[in-house]
């Protein structure tokens, strides 16, 4: 799933090199550097790959502090 993961984020910033650049530590936010717009988009992307629907009334930005901890929140909905 982390793979899979920063390969989106890389997609979506058109930067190639990300995906082999981001670790399960890094920000999704800060590290990655995922703008607002971005974000949606990632959200509707993994909402799409991993078959999950996401309830915004219990998102909370922690979930993207490392990429580890946003595979995380994804698997509790799966």
Do not use: W
Not at 19 to 46: H, K, M, P, Y
């Amino acid at each position: 799933m982390e793979r899979k993961i920063t390969e989106i984020i890389a997609e979506l910033k058109e930067d190639p090199s990300l995906a082999n650049e981001l670790t399960a530590a890094s920000s999704i936010t800060e590290d990655a550097g995922l703008d607002s717009l971005q974000l949606v988009n990632f959200i509707l992307r993994i909402e799409d790959e991993f078959g999950v629907e996401f309830d915004f009334d219990e998102f909370d930005l922690e979930h993207l502090r490392s990429i580890e901890a946003f595979c995380a929140f994804v698997a509790e909905r799966e």
